[in-house]
């Protein structure tokens, strides 16, 4: 477990880091908890109590976004709450008793929370999610954001892999996404309405989001 230090960075959103290696390197890794007026949703838990969190209200929904970011689920499972995972994420997990798979933009977790299960990267299947009324988008690994900052093994790794500096999509996304389909997916995800950008692995976007996201996507989408 972690020493939760949590930060308000809008009405609604709080988010906690945690240390997290991969693969040798430390990218860290982070838990977005979002109020969405009918219950909080915790995007992508850490190694946590959830009872750390009760000052911030009820836990109703617990989100895995990709097919990587599951590790602390078991936290969860005897937590009065919903799980959600993504596509393939129940095969991978059969210990855990998934409430539901998010597999369409249908409404899941109330009327604030827009989400768009990518289908152009099937090495990880992540869930995007906004936050309307903050104007936050949520990611995991779909993007990086890391600074001079970082651990410098970490800054180097991510340098040959294009990942770095700022924010990044990295050579695996690249060569890995169906261009086609990211092309239209990406492209409707930047029509929403957001400023902030928070991922798991590296530093937040307070505001300017929306460019940033642009930007990391310039190989993808028709210069605008």
Same mark, same amino acid.
């Given at each position: 477990?972690?020493?939760?230090?949590?930060?308000? !960075?809008?009405?609604?959103?709080?988010?906690?880091?945690?240390?997290?290696?991969?693969?040798?390197?430390? !990218?860290?890794?982070?838990?977005?908890? !979002?109020?969405?007026?009918?219950?909080?949703?915790?995007?992508?838990?850490?190694?946590?109590?959830?009872?750390?969190? %009760?000052?911030?209200?009820?836990?109703?929904?617990? !989100?895995?976004?990709?097919?990587?970011?599951?590790?602390?689920?078991?936290?969860?499972?005897? /937590?009065?709450?919903?799980?959600?995972? /993504?596509?393939? =994420?129940?095969?991978?997990?059969?210990?855990?008793?998934?409430?539901?798979? /998010?597999?369409? %933009?249908?409404?899941?977790?109330?009327?604030?929370?827009?989400?768009?299960?990518?289908?152009?990267?099937?090495?990880?299947?992540?869930?995007?999610?906004?936050?309307?009324?903050?104007?936050?988008?949520?990611?995991?690994?779909?993007?990086?954001?890391?600074?001079?900052?970082?651990?410098?093994?970490?800054?180097?790794?991510?340098?040959?892999?294009?990942?770095?500096?700022?924010?990044?999509?990295?050579?695996?996304?690249?060569?890995?996404?169906?261009?086609?389909?990211?092309?239209?997916?990406?492209?409707?995800?930047?029509?929403?309405? +957001?400023?902030? =950008?928070?991922?798991?692995?590296?530093? /937040?976007?307070?505001?300017?989001?929306?460019?940033? +996201?642009?930007?990391? +996507?310039?190989?993808?989408?028709?210069?605008?």
């Amino acid at each position: 477990m972690v020493d939760l230090q949590i930060r308000e !960075l809008a009405p609604g959103v709080h988010v906690a880091d945690a240390p997290q290696r991969f693969l040798g390197l430390e !990218l860290g890794t982070r838990m977005t908890v !979002l109020d969405t007026g009918d219950g909080l949703l915790v995007h992508s838990p850490i190694a946590v109590e959830p009872a750390s969190l %009760r000052d911030l209200g009820q836990v109703r929904w617990v !989100l895995a976004p990709n097919l990587y970011h599951h590790l602390y689920l078991g936290h969860w499972i005897d /937590v009065d709450c919903q799980i959600w995972g /993504v596509r393939g =994420l129940p095969e991978k997990r059969p210990d855990i008793r998934f409430t539901g798979v /998010v597999d369409s %933009r249908e409404p899941r977790f109330g009327p604030d929370i827009d989400l768009y299960p990518l289908r152009c990267f099937e090495m990880t299947n992540e869930v995007v999610v906004l936050h309307r009324p903050s104007r936050t988008l949520v990611v995991t690994d779909l993007v990086m954001n890391f600074s001079s900052r970082a651990p410098w093994r970490t800054r180097a790794a991510l340098w040959t892999l294009g990942g770095y500096p700022g924010c990044r999509t990295t050579i695996l996304e690249r060569r890995g996404m169906n261009r086609g389909v990211a092309c239209k997916e990406i492209g409707e995800i930047v029509q929403w309405d +957001f400023d902030r =950008l928070t991922m798991a692995h590296g530093e /937040v976007v307070e505001t300017g989001g929306k460019d940033r +996201f642009l930007q990391a +996507f310039q190989w993808l989408l028709p210069a605008r």
